[in-house]
T-cell receptor
Framework: NAGVTQTPKFQVLKTGQSMTLQCAQDMNHNSMYWYRQDPGMGLRLIYYSASEGTTDKGEVPNGYNVSRLNKREFSLRLESAAPSQTSVYFC?????????????FGSGTQLSVL | AQSVTQPDIHITVSEGASLELRCNYSYGATPYLFWYVQSPGQGLQLLLKYFSGDTLVQGIKGFEAEFKRSQSSFNLRKPSVHWSDAAEYFCAVAWYSSASKIIFGSGTRLSIRP
C-alpha cells in the first residue's frame, strides 16, 4: 500500500527556474494538501484541495500554484523559484476535509533554491 | 491570535526513562488537538488526537496525552522510551472543523541516550 507518493525527493534549482512537485495518493481520498516545513516553524499550509475540482489558498500561498489533476493527483508549481522557497515540502491527504479525518503524509521533497 | 507552542526544541532522555513533551495553545475555545511524529526522512504520522470526552487519550506506540483545559495544554507522555522513539514530535491544534485550519507547532526533537 503506497499511500501518498511525492516526487522528486530532492531538487536543486537556480533562482528564477520553475518546477512542479508531484503528489499522488492511492487511498481514494477527497482532500489533499501541500505544506512546507522550515526549521523552527513547524508545517505551514500552502494550498489545499477539499475535493476534486477545487483548490484554496492556505497560510503561505505566495509564489506557488497548484493543480488538482484528478482525484489522485495534486501538483505544486513554483513558477519562478526564489531562495526563500528553500524548504521541505510535504503533500498530505485525508478522506474528507473534516478535522476528524486523519492526515496521511508523503515522505517529502527537499528543495534548495540557489 | 491562535497559536501553538512547543517550548522544548530538543530533549534527550535515556532509554527506558519516562518522557513528557509539552504543548500549549492560545485562544479560549476548546480546540481539536493532535500529536504527530516524524521519523528521519519520513512524513508525519498521527500518534493520537483529542476532540472531546475523556481528557486522557491513548495513541499508538504506547503514547498518551492529557488535555488540561485550565492550563491550555496537551502534553504527550510515554512511561518508558525506546531507541526507536527518536524522532521529531509535532503538536497540532485546530479551532475549526476543517483540516485546512490545523496549526502545527514548531516541533520537539527527541534524542535517546543508550
Amino acid at each position: 500500500n503506497a499511500g501518498v507518493t511525492q516526487t522528486p525527493k530532492f531538487q536543486v534549482l537556480k533562482t528564477g527556474q520553475s518546477m512542479t512537485l508531484q503528489c499522488a495518493q492511492d487511498m481514494n481520498h477527497n482532500s489533499m494538501y501541500w505544506y512546507r516545513q522550515d526549521p523552527g516553524m513547524g508545517l505551514r499550509l500552502i494550498y489545499y484541495s477539499a475535493s476534486e475540482g477545487t483548490t484554496d489558498k492556505g497560510e503561505v500561498p505566495n509564489g506557488y500554484n497548484v493543480s488538482r489533476l484528478n482525484k489522485r493527483e495534486f501538483s505544486l508549481r513554483l513558477e519562478s523559484a526564489a531562495p526563500s522557497q528553500t524548504s521541505v515540502y510535504f503533500c498530505a491527504s485525508s478522506e474528507t476535509r473534516s478535522t476528524n479525518e486523519k492526515l496521511f503524509f508523503g515522505s517529502g521533497t527537499q528543495l534548495s533554491v540557489l | 491570535a491562535q497559536s501553538v507552542t512547543q517550548p522544548d526544541i530538543h530533549i534527550t532522555v535515556s532509554e527506558g526513562a519516562s518522557l513528557e513533551l509539552r504543548c500549549n495553545y492560545s485562544y479560549g475555545a476548546t480546540p481539536y488537538l493532535f500529536w504527530y511524529v516524524q521519523s528521519p526522512g519520513q512524513g508525519l504520522q498521527l500518534l493520537l488526537k483529542y476532540f472531546s470526552g475523556d481528557t486522557l487519550v491513548q495513541g499508538i506506540k504506547g503514547f498518551e496525552a492529557e488535555f488540561k483545559r485550565s492550563q491550555s495544554s496537551f502534553n504527550l507522555r510515554k512511561p518508558s522510551v525506546h531507541w526507536s522513539d527518536a524522532a521529531e514530535y509535532f503538536c497540532a491544534v485546530a479551532w475549526y472543523s476543517s483540516a485546512s485550519k490545523i496549526i502545527f507547532g514548531s516541533g520537539t526533537r527527541l534524542s535517546i541516550r543508550p
